[in-house]
């Protein structure tokens, strides 16, 4: 799946539910559910700055493609990592710096996050875009 | 007037708010309170009106304003029981109010010197000194705080010496909600030859303010939480102490004359006060005062003390919750912890039911760092909040934690 359909999927998923505590959830049944980040990374050099809650973020390169894994210490902000993941994971790095991610507008996500979670989430998705960035120039995918 | 809750809720619009959909609950009064009609209408009324510089023109309009804006000053003066008019600064609010203090003794704290604040300070009457220190070689010392949100009178004159320049204190912490000895504190300093600010951002709308009482050297307050405007405060000084300090601020306004080599600079309390004041919001914040006055101090007490008891009393029914902050004398600040659960998370569902309340280190990162807690859930408490209210909060924090785990 490109990353566009894989967008699309999860905006259907979070479409199923009409009231936001369902969402909610949802979001934090996924976010109970996301692999954990190798211990040895939940260090400073992969926190992300600009969150509330503390969030660590790796990139692993395998073969082609980017993968990531990530924690926090909220488990909302863990379920939205998930979705950041289901979507950006297992694609190349070129795909992740140019893909446009309108996905959590769409879920309608973004209008329910306080501005600085909202922050936090822009926080993630230029990390991640960073990563894949700093791959594509290594690599040249 | 006396205290009937139904009335006071209808002076502010704002309660009636809904947010997703739900009634507004709002708890996070520590961060800034509502406005009552009465302070919107004043300073609505002012800009209608009255509006026009003040000290300045010799015509009728800037007359009137200049009187409306010294009346609150008097008022003011007043209110929290100065000796003059002269003691009273205006300013943006607290955070300006320590800043220009802080400022002032930039002059009077030299290489070696200490200064003396507790683990308990809001930012803002943390940051100005720890720079100040920096600045001048001195050292900030911090006074700790105990098990139960209080701290120790016995250990802060082990740490009173001969170096001591200042102490500064929070009358009431945004955290805990621990009402400190301020009036203790200062016989103590004093009887060391030491000066005393205090601040009381948050003790303002929720305690009797009588500074001649409590003998300190300074004391600080913004208007917004306290039903007044935002953007407007003020700095209580002896005039004595004043009298030391240099301006903050250099412009219009604050001069006797100024020539070409140099500027005689105006007398207390206009040697602080540099370009246009905010009159709006002076009169505004007057409004909010004689709005507190009218209800009585004594009654807004006791009601919100029984606000405390029963919010305390229900949330201990929830289960793994903590209330960090158990002093006797305390003003309906809650902060909670709830085992195992970040305060962001319960935070969020708390807002898609309606309610709003502080999650977060409360800009008191020292503090959490002593308390080691990644931060706390803040339920603040105010004289328009009920007991119905508590009940709505409760129900949706069970739900909450019921999410979570």
């Given at each position: 799946?490109?990353?566009?359909?894989?967008?699309?999927?999860?905006?259907?998923?979070?479409?199923?539910?009409?009231?936001?505590?369902?969402?909610?959830?949802?979001?934090?049944?996924?976010?109970?559910?996301?692999?954990?980040?190798?211990?040895?990374?939940?260090?400073?050099?992969?926190?992300?700055?600009?969150?509330?809650?503390?969030?660590?973020?790796?990139?692993?390169?395998?073969?082609?493609?980017?993968?990531?894994?990530?924690?926090?210490?909220?488990?909302?902000?863990?379920?939205?990592?998930?979705?950041?993941?289901?979507?950006?994971?297992?694609?190349?790095?070129?795909?992740?710096?140019?893909?446009?991610?309108?996905?959590?507008?769409?879920?309608?996500l973004s209008t329910h996050l306080s501005p600085t979670r909202a922050n936090g989430l822009v926080s993630m998705v230029k990390q991640m875009k960073l990563y894949a960035k700093a791959l594509h120039l290594k690599t040249g995918k | 007037m006396g205290f009937k809750i139904n009335t006071i809720r209808n002076d502010f619009p704002i309660l009636s708010t809904k947010v997703n959909g739900k009634q507004l609950v709002y708890f996070d009064n520590g961060a800034t309170t509502h406005k009552p009609l009465q302070v919107i209408d004043r300073v609505s009324d002012y800009y209608k009106t009255e509006n026009s510089n003040v000290h300045r023109a010799s015509y009728n309009l800037s007359h009137i304003a200049t009187d409306l804006y010294e009346n609150s000053r008097k008022f003011v003066a007043k209110f929290i029981n100065a000796n003059s008019y002269r003691e009273i600064i205006f300013t943006k609010g607290t955070t300006e109010s320590v800043n220009l203090v802080a400022s002032g003794f930039s002059d009077l704290i030299t290489e070696g010197d200490e200064v003396i604040i507790t683990v308990m300070e809001h930012h803002s009457n943390f940051v100005p000194w720890q720079q100040l220190c920096k600045k001048n070689k001195a050292t900030l010392r911090f006074l700790p705080v105990l098990k139960d949100g209080t701290i120790d009178l016995s250990e802060l004159e082990d740490m009173i010496n001969f170096k001591t320049k200042l102490i500064s204190i929070t009358h009431i912490s945004n955290v805990l909600g621990t009402i400190n000895p301020v009036k203790k504190i200062s016989e103590i300093a004093h009887n060391n030859?030491?000066?005393?600010?205090?601040?009381?951002?948050?003790?303002?709308?929720?305690?009797?303010?009588?500074?001649?009482?409590?003998?300190?050297?300074?004391?600080?307050?913004?208007?917004?939480?306290?039903y007044g405007p935002m953007g407007i405060g003020v700095l209580y000084g002896k005039e004595e102490w004043l009298n030391k300090l240099s301006p903050y601020q250099y412009g219009g306004e604050m001069i006797s004359s100024v020539n070409f080599e140099s500027t005689i600079f105006n007398e207390?309390?206009?040697?602080?006060?540099?370009?246009?004041?905010?009159?709006?919001?002076?009169?505004?914040?007057?409004?909010?005062?004689?709005?507190?006055?009218?209800?009585?101090?004594d009654n807004i007490i006791k009601y919100e003390d029984t606000l405390l008891k029963y919010a305390t009393k229900k949330?201990?029914?929830?289960?793994?919750?903590?209330?960090?902050?158990?002093?006797?004398?305390?003003?309906?600040?809650?902060?909670?912890?709830?085992?195992?659960?970040?305060?962001?998370?319960?935070?969020?569902?708390?807002?898609?039911?309606?309610?709003?309340?502080?999650?977060?280190?409360?800009?008191?990162?020292?503090?959490?760092?002593?308390?080691?807690?990644?931060?706390?859930?803040?339920?603040?408490?105010?004289?328009?909040?009920?007991?119905?209210?508590?009940?709505?909060?409760a129900d949706a924090l069970a739900k909450a934690v019921d999410m979570l785990t």
């Amino acid at each position: 799946m490109t990353i566009k359909e894989k967008s699309q999927s999860v905006v259907d998923e979070f479409a199923i539910f009409d009231d936001w505590m369902d969402k909610y959830a949802y979001l934090i049944e996924l976010g109970k559910e996301l692999p954990i980040i190798d211990e040895k990374f939940k260090n400073d050099s992969h926190l992300i700055t600009g969150c509330q809650s503390r969030v660590w973020l790796h990139a692993d390169y395998d073969e082609d493609n980017v993968v990531f894994t990530a924690d926090s210490d909220a488990v909302i902000t863990k379920g939205i990592i998930s979705l950041l993941i289901r979507v950006m994971s297992d694609a190349t790095p070129s795909e992740i710096f140019n893909a446009d991610f309108t996905f959590i507008d769409d879920i309608g996500l973004s209008t329910h996050l306080s501005p600085t979670r909202a922050n936090g989430l822009v926080s993630m998705v230029k990390q991640m875009k960073l990563y894949a960035k700093a791959l594509h120039l290594k690599t040249g995918k | 007037m006396g205290f009937k809750i139904n009335t006071i809720r209808n002076d502010f619009p704002i309660l009636s708010t809904k947010v997703n959909g739900k009634q507004l609950v709002y708890f996070d009064n520590g961060a800034t309170t509502h406005k009552p009609l009465q302070v919107i209408d004043r300073v609505s009324d002012y800009y209608k009106t009255e509006n026009s510089n003040v000290h300045r023109a010799s015509y009728n309009l800037s007359h009137i304003a200049t009187d409306l804006y010294e009346n609150s000053r008097k008022f003011v003066a007043k209110f929290i029981n100065a000796n003059s008019y002269r003691e009273i600064i205006f300013t943006k609010g607290t955070t300006e109010s320590v800043n220009l203090v802080a400022s002032g003794f930039s002059d009077l704290i030299t290489e070696g010197d200490e200064v003396i604040i507790t683990v308990m300070e809001h930012h803002s009457n943390f940051v100005p000194w720890q720079q100040l220190c920096k600045k001048n070689k001195a050292t900030l010392r911090f006074l700790p705080v105990l098990k139960d949100g209080t701290i120790d009178l016995s250990e802060l004159e082990d740490m009173i010496n001969f170096k001591t320049k200042l102490i500064s204190i929070t009358h009431i912490s945004n955290v805990l909600g621990t009402i400190n000895p301020v009036k203790k504190i200062s016989e103590i300093a004093h009887n060391n030859g030491i000066p005393v600010f205090v601040d009381g951002a948050q003790a303002i709308a929720h305690t009797n303010v009588d500074v001649s009482d409590i003998d300190c050297d300074f004391y600080c307050f913004s208007g917004h939480k306290a039903y007044g405007p935002m953007g407007i405060g003020v700095l209580y000084g002896k005039e004595e102490w004043l009298n030391k300090l240099s301006p903050y601020q250099y412009g219009g306004e604050m001069i006797s004359s100024v020539n070409f080599e140099s500027t005689i600079f105006n007398e207390l309390p206009y040697k602080f006060e540099a370009g246009t004041p905010n009159v709006a919001g002076a009169l505004g914040m007057e409004a909010s005062l004689r709005y507190i006055q009218d209800i009585g101090m004594d009654n807004i007490i006791k009601y919100e003390d029984t606000l405390l008891k029963y919010a305390t009393k229900k949330l201990e029914n929830i289960k793994g919750l903590r209330i960090i902050g158990n002093a006797k004398s305390k003003i309906p600040v809650i902060s909670i912890n709830i085992e195992g659960l970040h305060p962001f998370d319960i935070g969020t569902l708390l807002d898609q039911m309606g309610i709003a309340i502080r999650t977060g280190n409360h800009c008191a990162q020292p503090l959490m760092e002593a308390l080691k807690l990644p931060g706390t859930l803040r339920v603040s408490l105010a004289l328009y909040n009920t007991k119905d209210e508590i009940d709505l909060f409760a129900d949706a924090l069970a739900k909450a934690v019921d999410m979570l785990t």
